[in-house]
C-alpha cells in the first residue's frame, strides 16, 4: 500500500500501539506446507506453492491468523524471477506469480476479518529472501556469496522482485533471513531508488549470537539498517532461540527502531543434505513463555517464529503476551 502520507518512523510504532505494544507473527511456513501435504523439494521450496497449490498457501495463512498472528508473510521468499524463469514460465508469468503471493495473503486476512465481529490490527509482509535463498545451496546459513557478487549485483538481482512487492498492496516488505552486510547495503540502497515507496524490516540470522552468519558484526548490520529512512523494524530470524536475548540488546545498542524477533525452533539446517538437525526443540509453551519475557525486557517488541515452528507456538506466544497485557492494564488500575 505504500506510505500514503503516513510518516514511515510512525508506521511500526503506531500499528504496536493499536495492537496493545507488542504484536504477533506467523510462524514457519513450509513447515506448515508440508504438514498439509505439499512436496516441497524443489529450488523454488514454498514458493512452489503459489503455482501448485495456493489454496494451501490460503489455508496457512488464516491457521496462523487463528493463531493470534497480527503480522503474515508472504510465501514470496524464494520466488524470484529468475528462479520462474528457470522452470519455464515466462517472466510476465513470474510477476504475476510474485503478486499471487500478496493478493493470496489480502484475499486470507479479509476471510479472517469476514468470521469476526471486529477487525484486530494485521499487516501483510512481502517476504524477500536472500540471494542464497535463490541459489538454494543453503548459502543464506553462511553468508558467503563469492567475491565476484557485489552490492550492484544484489541490487540487480532483487530491484524488479522489490518493485512488484512495492505495488502489490503489501503493508511492509520483510527483507528476511539476511546473512551478510553488503545484501543490507543492497537493500538499503533499493529502498531509496524512485518508485519504491514501502516501509520494510530487515531481518538478520546468526549462528553464534554476535556476528549474522557471514561473520558481519550484527551491531554494523544494524547500523545499514538504521540508516535507512524506510525501514522501520530491525531484527533477527531463523536463529536458535538461545542466541536471541545477546542478539537484540546487540541491536537495541544501536538502533531505537522496533525489534523484530521470530527465531526458529532450535534446530539447525544443513545446506549440504537439506535436512534440520534436531537440538534442543525450544517450542511452542516453553518457547513462549520463559523466552519471550526476556526478549521483552532487551527490548523486542514483535514476536514469531521461523522454520519447524507451527500455529502452537504462535498461539503460545499470543497467550503469553495477552496475558502480559492484562496485567499491565490491571496494575495501571
Known amino acids: 500500500m505504500g506510505l500514503g ?69 508472504t510465501a514470496s521468499y524464494q520466488a524470484t524471477i529468475q528462479g520462474f524463469e528457470a522452470k519455464g514460465f515466462s517472466k510476465e508469468e513470474a510477476k504475476a506469480l510474485i503478486r499471487k503471493s500478496v493478493e493470496i495473503a489480502i484475499e486470507a486476512r479479509e476471510i479472517y476479518y469476514d468470521k469476526l465481529q471486529s477487525r484486530r490490527p494485521v499487516l501483510v509482509a512481502a517476504s524477500v529472501g536472500s540471494y542464497g535463498a535463490y541459489l538454494a545451496d543453503g548459502s543464506e546459513y553462511s553468508g558467503n556469496y563469492g ?18 512487492l512495492a505495488n502489490s498492496g503489501a503493508d511492509l516488505i520483510a527483507f528476511e533471513t539476511t546473512p551478510n552486510k553488503i545484501e543490507a547495503k543492497a537493500y538499503a540502497e533499493l529502498l531509496e531508488e524512485e518508485g519504491i515507496d514501502i516501509p520494510a524490516w530487515f531481518s538478520f540470522t546468526s549462528k553464534d549470537g554476535i556476528n549474522v552468519v557471514s561473520g558481519d558484526s550484527i551491531s554494523e548490520c544494524t547500523s545499514i539498517a538504521d540508516s535507512c529512512k524506510q525501514v522501520v523494524a530491525v531484527g533477527i530470524n531463523c536463529t536458535p532461540p538461545r542466541f536471541i536475548h545477546g542478539l537484540v540488546s546487540s541491536i537495541r545498542k544501536v538502533t531505537s527502531k522496533p525489534i523484530v524477533i521470530y527465531p526458529n525452533s532450535g534446530e539447525t539446517y544443513d545446506g549440504l543434505t537439506k535436512q534440520w538437525v534436531q537440538s534442543s526443540g525450544e517450542v511452542d509453551e516453553e518457547f513462549a513463555d520463559i523466552v519471550i519475557g526476556k526478549w521483552r525486557e532487551a527490548g523486542a517488541s514483535l514476536f514469531g517464529g521461523c522454520c519447524r515452528t507451527t500455529p502452537n507456538t504462535i498461539r503460545a506466544i499470543s497467550r503469553v503476551l495477552s496475558n502480559q497485557k492484562s496485567s499491565a492494564i490491571n496494575e495501571d488500575a
Open 147 to 164: 567475491d565476484a557478487v557485489t552490492v550492484e549485483t544484489l541490487k540487480d538481482f532483487h530491484r524488479e522482485r522489490v518493485q512488484i
Open 5 to 73: 502520507g503516513q510518516e514511515t518512523s510512525s508506521f511500526v510504532s503506531d500499528f504496536l500501539e493499536k495492537c496493545g505494544g507488542y504484536a504477533v507473527l506467523d510462524g514457519g511456513f513450509a513447515t506448515e506446507l508440508e504438514r498439509h501435504g505439499a512436496d516441497l523439494n524443489d529450488p523454488l521450496w514454498s514458493a512452489k506453492c503459489l503455482i501448485s497449490s495456493p489454496h494451501l498457501v490460503r489455508r496457512v495463512h488464516l491457521d496462523y491468523l487463528d493463531a493470534g498472528a497480527n503480522v503474515i508473510i
